[in-house]
């Protein structure tokens, strides 16, 4: 009977026992239901009855119930064994998955665009912080801000790179592109709270990211780089939102002369490249007025001369350029030397004088009259130097040294046997060392074609110093990007609603679940406008409606006025942005929100000082790891 299955067996037992009484049949259903039961848990098993086990009793008195004993088997019966539960991961781990992890990010996300939202416009307010060293920060850049602020959120911290991103990139747009990713992600909120995937949403955000890029595009218009007045109009409208706004016309001017210094094209293309982070050094020198700031035609060193009797002023010097140090040059290993008589001593002393005298001379074969070294200058190469008439400054930094080579025309070299009247530099028209304060600077300028520049920022404090820099920073970037693009697209903005209106219109044509998010990337742009309004105290839901409107009849160059939040024409206030800029904003903050709606497992380790107790596994004593 062994190995025969459930029906079957119960169909023989029900065979042999078909004249006894009805109980008989409840105890063979009985059975066969706890071998369903058993099956139903899980058990995929053969079942079957042991007719051994099955004993009539005909010898029982009248009206007593038959007994039937029914024992069942199991075939095959393999049942699931309890097992410990296995733990994968560190019970020192904080997890949050699926839609709570979503969820998560973007509250997260907006947390950070909520910071910063204030910071926009020329209404825009300053933030106020303390950095660790107990410095004060004062400032409205988003990136200077953010970069202050210590978060734990992932998703925070990815946000917080999205505004240094954009400042490496472009220099400029730093709060817009938090603001707008974190009204990207705040409109795909309710698209999850209604279970639509976070793929679809994605998808429907990417051919927004595509037609919005087109609409950028098409509302451009071109500009000429070598028209002055253009290029200072379009970096005004770009610092115009900073604290140097008083002072806009100075520092727009100092933007474009020092990015226009640096510009090189490169032979045989139309390509022209600007370094301004390793050309155009900014020296900041507290005292003074702001007024003062200038941009040099050379450059400006915070050193002086090595020796006191050495020229302070030359006219159309001959400059040399080391990257070797005019010392005696011990052993590069640790030299043990045994000397048997005094005279070797001696001799030791007049090698080394031998060797700087001989580097000396090579310098001075070349009648320089200005030499500069990376490295350290002896007393006795001075002593030379000052008995050839030559000015020599040492310890000077790398990036001086380039900027300096790439101003008067040297070239550095790095052995004083390798120098060759070609490496002389001779485009400088004025050296000269004059005192600012307590310190003395010296200065190389009246350069002929310098392809680098220093520019001096005075002011009455550090820190308002170092808040013209930034300031200075993002306009010098402006002016860079449309050197690289030359393409404006009309700012305050209008090129956000432009973009807003026309992916509305777009919208309308989708099928599908997909239209939803697709419209949410329409509507989150004109949180831009929207913020230019609220941040100058006026009516947001009115003034919008207008700007729609203008839009909406095809007049795309009308944006807010951050100064009164009115609708205004921006060609007539000649307010522009280069179009990189816009397309870099909408770029990034569309992709990292995309970016950030793709996760859905958040795990995250707790520092030492919040691990919670130890839940078994290490012994007592040993650290937790």
């Known amino acids: 009977m062994h190995g025969t299955y459930k029906d079957d067996a119960e169909h023989e037992i029900i065979n042999l026992i078909s004249n006894a009484d009805t109980h008989s049949f409840q105890a063979v259903s009985w059975a066969a239901k706890e071998c369903d039961q058993q099956k139903g848990k899980g058990d995929n098993m053969a079942v079957a009855y042991d007719k051994t086990k099955l004993v009539y009793q005909p010898n029982y008195p009248t009206g007593k119930k038959i007994e039937w004993t029914i024992g069942t088997i199991m075939i095959s019966y393999q049942r699931p064994r309890m097992q410990a539960p296995v733990i994968v991961m560190n019970t020192n781990m904080e997890r949050e998955s699926g839609r709570k992890a979503q969820l998560s990010n973007i509250t997260a996300a907006k947390t950070v665009a909520d910071v910063i939202r204030t910071c926009l416009g020329p209404r825009s307010m300053l933030k106020m912080l303390l950095d660790p060293m107990g410095g004060i920060l004062l400032t409205n850049d988003g990136n200077a801000i953010l970069r202050e602020i210590e978060v734990d959120h992932p998703a925070a911290k990815s946000m917080i790179e999205l505004s240094r991103t954009q400042d490496e990139e472009v220099g400029d747009g730093t709060t817009s592109v938090i603001i707008l990713a974190g009204e990207v992600l ?116 915070n050193k002086d001369v090595t020796h006191p009797k050495m020229r302070r002023r030359i006219e159309n010097p001959r400059v040399i350029l080391l990257d ?85 025309g040297a070239t550095i070299v790095n052995r004083v046997d390798d ?61 860079r990007n449309v050197f690289y693009s030359a393409k404006l697209a009309p700012g305050g903005g209008a090129t956000e609603m432009a973009v807003a209106v026309k ?83 909408i770029k990034t903050a569309i992709e990292s929100a995309c970016l950030l709606l793709r996760v859905d497992d958040i795990v995250s380790g707790l520092s030492k000082n919040r691990q919670p107790a130890p839940q078994g596994g290490a012994p007592e004593g040993m650290e937790q790891q």
Not at 189 to 209: C, D, R
Not at 444 to 451: G, I, S
Not at 530 to 540: E, F
Not at 547 to 567: M, N, P
Request: aromatic residues 6%.
């Open 186 to 301: 705040a409109g795909a909120l309710p698209h999850i709270q209604n279970n639509i995937h976070p793929v679809v949403i994605i998808s429907a955000f990417k051919k927004a990211l595509e037609d919005a890029l087109k609409v950028v595009e098409e509302i451009s218009t071109p500009v000429d780089v070598n028209n002055t007045e253009e290029m200072l109009s379009l970096i005004k409208s770009s610092i115009g939102t900073k604290f140097t706004s008083t002072w806009s016309d100075l520092m727009c001017k100092l933007a474009l002369d020092a990015v226009r210094t640096v510009a090189i094209k490169e032979e045989g293309t139309e390509k022209t490249e600007v370094d301004i982070k390793r050309y155009a050094r900014v020296e900041k020198i507290p005292g003074g007025e702001i007024e003062q700031s200038q941009v040099l035609d050379g450059i400006i060193l």
């Open 324 to 408: 070797c140090p005019l010392e005696y040059k011990k052993g590069e290993s640790q030299t043990n030397i045994e000397i048997t008589k005094e005279t070797d001593w001696n001799r030791i002393l007049q090698i080394e004088e031998e060797q700087v005298k001989a580097m000396c001379d090579k310098i001075i074969s070349l009648k320089p009259d200005l030499v500069f070294t990376e490295k350290g200058v002896s007393d006795l190469a001075q002593h030379y130097f000052v008995k050839a008439n030559i000015t020599a400054i040492r310890r000077v930094r790398k990036t001086d040294n380039n900027r300096i080579a790439r101003a008067v």
């Open 419 to 479: 120098l060759r009247e070609s490496d002389v530099g001779t485009k400088c028209g004025l050296f000269n060392i004059d005192k600012i304060g307590d310190e003395y600077f010296t200065f190389l300028t009246k350069c002929e074609d310098p392809k680098a520049c220093s520019i001096v920022l005075r002011g009455p404090s550090k820190d308002i110093i170092n808040e013209v820099e930034r300031n200075l920073q993002d306009a010098m970037c402006v002016a």
């Open 503 to 585: 992916l509305e219109e777009k919208a309308k044509l989708i099928e599908g679940v997909e239209q939803w998010p697709y419209r949410s990337v329409a509507e989150a742009m004109e949180v831009i406008p929207r913020t230019l309004v609220q941040n100058c105290g006026g009516n947001a839901i009115k003034t919008l409606t207008q700007l729609r409107a203008k839009h909406t009849a095809g007049e795309h160059s009308f944006g807010i006025d951050g100064e009164a939040g009115k609708v205004v024409d921006m060609k007539d206030y000649g307010i522009w942005e280069p179009s990189a800029v816009k397309v870099q904003t």
